[in-house]
Each structure stands twice: as C-alpha cells, then as structure tokens.
C-alpha cells in the first residue's frame, strides 16, 4: 500500500494533487504547527494575465497553534468575485465554479477539515479513489518527530511505500526507510503547459483552481499523471 503524507493547504499547486492521486492513504497532516507565510491560506491566482496572490483570512492564527486549532474567518465574497471576473471566459468556469462555490460554503470552518473537505471535492470532481485519513485521527506516538513519526504513521497504516514530494530528499532517508520494511520515493512534478486566459507565456505552478478553470476533467487528470517517480 502506498502511503501520501502532506499538510493541509487551500487549493494549492497541482504536483499536491499528483502526490494526491498517485498514492492508495493521503494523510492529511493537521497535527502540526501552522507555518506562518506559508502556503496553507495562500497561493497564486491569475489576475489581468499575471500572477497574484491571494490570502484567506484566518483567525486566531499562531505557529503555536496546530492547523486543526484554527478557524477561517474569511466569508469568501472577494476571492470568489475575483474568481468570477477573472475566469468567467476560461473553458470550464461552467464546470468547475459550481465545485468552488461549495468549497467556499462549506460549514465549518475549522481550517483543517475546512481544507479537508475541499480535497473530498476536488477528489470527487477529478474521480480519484485515494483514501483520506487525518492525522490527528490516529492513535499515535505524537512525541515522534520529522523522518520518525512519518515511519510511524506508515508502520501504523501498514504502508509499504511512502511517496513524498521532492523537495523532501534531504528529509528522509532511504536507508532508515528500508530497515523498516517501507519504500521510499520522491515524486517529480513535470508541470506541463497549458491555455491560459489573457497571458502571452505559460505561468506555471498555480493554484489548481486555475488548471481546473482552463482543463476539462480528462486534460487536468493527463496532467496530473505528468510526474517521475525517483
């Protein structure tokens, strides 16, 4: 059984989504502390044809706080306007912005299961059947720490390969892995290009909310499966 694990984040960029749809569990990691400038509210819209920023309000939000400790106090009318006024010609706004507008209205807003519910949208939309398991759901060994508690979780979810992004290798270590019985691999994203509404050169590793404006659900899933496994 192959094994995802990754904090949540709103609509991140699309190689989150090929770690998502390349394993069998997807933990969603909301038992950790919230990284502030991170990316966990925040990710990059196209605006007039370039790129922008955009930043859902929290309250209460603290890296001394966990993720599963915060709540969204934004209400979603300006991020779902900007949405509206700059992808209302894309391809499949039609398809896709009845997906966000239930996203956006979802009922509760702890900022975990708030997130955690959006990947049970996007899931479903795209037609992945990864199993969700929330981290702070498991009885585990929370003193455990980093390459530690990952091998933990996989022992703990009898995984016997564990994917992560790439930019983990000079986290985790092959060795270690192996003498626990888990496979490690580290998954590449090829970030393909494709349409996008008013721009002159591609933009690439934007928030998924603009590979789903731009792509039908058969596109965005042939992009998602653009990725090396090392």
Known sequence: MILGIM????????????????????????????IKGGWINRNNLLVNGRKQLFTIALEGASPNKKINEIRIKDDFSKFLRTVRMNYSKAPCFGAFMPVLERIAGFGDRNLARFIANS?????????????????????????????????????????????????????????????????????????????????HEFVPALSILDVLMNNSVRETNDLLNAYALL
């Open 7 to 34: 904090q949540p984040y709103f609509l991140p960029y699309i190689g989150y989504f090929q770690l998502m749809k390349a394993v069998d569990r997807y933990v969603i990691y909301d038992d950790v502390n919230y």
């Open 119 to 199: 990947f049970h949208e996007l899931a479903s939309y795209l037609g992945f059947d990864t199993q969700f398991v929330v981290s702070s759901e498991l009885e585990k060994d929370n003193s455990l720490c980093g390459q530690d508690k990952v091998i933990h979780i996989c022992r703990l979810l009898r995984a016997d390969t564990y994917y992560n992004a790439v930019g983990g290798r000079e986290l985790y270590d092959a060795e270690t892995f192996a003498a626990n019985g888990i496979e490690l691999k580290f998954l590449s994203s090829c970030l393909l290009p494709y349409p996008q509404l008013k721009t």
